[in-house]
């Protein structure tokens, strides 16, 4: 009986020391740090500092959103920051919310992580590079302040919620109108079905039948085929030329890309200009090189005397130049056509169709050339075509390989339509790696597409009209 007491005592003794040993564990876990128990909100209004940018956050409604359970990153600038805020921002509901959101940002983003610059989207739509203690130009001041849901980092200056560089183009009275009018004009609607709502199919082809107008959207050619500066996700530079440094370019390229009339001929031109004046990333004006390439492999002199004025943006810089000279042959470049990436032929002939990888003696490379070859078609023609072709002079080569067979033969180049003879027959001797010249041609009128065709002999005898072409190449002529 004894000896059950005792190990009763024993087992409570056991028992007292578990709970204690429990109690002082779970006071080891007990959340201690206000940081995670206080929201952004929380700390953001208990901060003395930041007193005005609290009265803000109520105002616009963003502090209900500071106090959800999503996370966020909050760039809070101090009071002696908002001390310069145009009233009419405070004023306006639009134009604060605009500005407080571009303080905020989805997601937690800590100084001590980002050793590489990050470009982050904020909440009103807009994107801020961020780099260690930085954010766009902007200190931060105390930073990584935790918050259960998110993290504080308080800065030294305003984040102002600028228009990005197509905003900039369309409304700052301070763009230049030639350049600025000419990019407006060219909005169009294009078919996409993306968004498109059906109400029905059609009974005889089955295609879906849209609501009018969901089918189609607004766009701008610029923005499709060169790059779209309403991105806020990506960085441009565009250059923009006051009115008479335009006409001044217009009136030197429109010779180029003549038309059916002056207007036609303009409007071609100043798309040829314009394409080249807009470049990926951000250049300052201490990091402006003498030479950029453009997207469509045009070199581009810039000449940082030039600049009138630049201006900030969003998602990038807008330079307004008095001068962009770019010389004509950087923009009026030549045509090289690969011998093997036809777009057809004047007859079917694949069974007599080779595509041959050789090797260049001269250039010590491989390169691959088309071979057509015992075919027995008189007159037989292989058609390329190229595109946006200024009107000018051309001189044109080309390589082509006889390699199979001792005795020459003569092929021609023709341009428009196979019958042309404007080039007339070139002979092709036997094992002439080398480029040879053809002759020249004159383009009269710019070709959104020009038909460039490589023509055979005018007979049917099968060793006399092979054709064989590695590539064709037109170097433009300035006389």
């Keep these: 009986m004894r000896k059950r007491v005792y190990t009763i005592l024993f087992a409570g003794a056991l028992a007292s020391i578990g709970l204690t040993g429990c109690k002082k564990w779970d006071d080891h876990n007990a959340i201690t740090d206000d940081s995670l128990t206080s929201t952004l909100f929380d700390k953001i209004s208990t901060d003395t500092s930041l007193s005005r940018f609290a009265e803000l956050l109520s105002k616009s409604g963003y502090d209900k959103l500071l106090a959800s359970s999503k996370t966020y990153t909050v760039y809070a600038p101090d009071n002696a920051a908002l001390a310069g805020l145009d009233a009419a921002i405070v004023n306006d509901t639009a134009k604060l919310n605009k500005f407080i959101g571009n303080h905020i940002c989805n997601q937690a983003y800590l100084t001590s992580t980002t050793s590489a610059t990050q470009r982050i989207a904020m909440v009103n739509g807009k994107y801020h590079n961020i780099f260690g203690t930085t954010i766009e130009n902007v200190d931060i001041k105390r930073?990584?302040?935790r918050a259960k849901n998110g993290v504080l980092q308080v800065i030294n200056k305003m984040l102002p919620a600028l228009n990005n560089s197509w905003e900039t183009l369309s409304t700052n009275s301070a763009i230049p109108s030639a350049q600025k009018n000419y990019l407006l004009s060219l909005f169009m609607n294009v078919y996409d079905t993306s968004n498109a709502i059906q109400t029905g199919v059609n009974p005889t082809t089955g295609a879906p039948i849209y609501q009018a107008g969901t089918d189609s959207v607004m766009t701008n050619r610029f923005w499709r085929n060169v790059y779209n500066l309403n991105d806020e996700s990506k960085q441009y530079t565009l250059f923009v030329l006051v009115d008479t440094a335009w006409n001044s370019e217009t009136k030197k390229f429109s010779p180029y890309f003549t038309s059916v009339d002056s207007i036609s001929t303009a409007s071609i031109a100043q798309w040829h200009i314009v394409k080249d004046f807009a470049f990926e990333g951000v250049y300052t004006q201490a990091d402006l090189p003498d030479t950029l390439l453009s997207k469509s492999n045009v070199k581009v002199p810039i000449d940082r005397s030039s600049i009138v004025q630049s201006i900030t943006t969003s998602n990038g810089i807008v330079y307004i130049m008095n001068k962009m000279a770019v010389p004509l042959a950087n923009k009026l470049q030549q045509f090289v056509i690969q011998g093997e990436n036809y777009s057809g032929t004047s007859v079917d002939k694949r069974s007599n169709t080779y595509f041959r990888d050789r090797y260049d003696t001269l250039t010590k490379r491989d390169f691959r050339d088309v071979l057509v070859y015992g075919h027995g078609v008189s007159s037989f023609a292989i058609n390329y075509r190229i595109s946006d072709v200024p009107s000018m002079s051309y001189k044109a080569y080309w390589v082509a390989l006889n390699d199979f067979q001792t005795a020459?033969?003569?092929?021609?180049?023709?341009?428009?339509?196979?019958?042309?003879?404007?080039?007339?027959?070139?002979?092709?001797?036997p094992n002439i790696y080398s480029e040879v010249y053809i002759g020249e041609v004159k383009v009269d009128s710019f070709k959104n597409t020009l038909n460039v065709y490589l023509v055979g002999a005018a007979n049917t005898t099968a060793a006399t009209n092979p054709l064989v072409c590695d590539y064709i190449r037109l170097e433009p002529y300035f006389k």
Excluded: M
């Design 408 to 429: 020459s033969f003569t092929q021609k180049l023709a341009f428009g339509v196979p019958t042309s003879t404007a080039l007339a027959y070139t002979t092709v001797s």
């Design 143 to 145: 930073a990584d302040l």
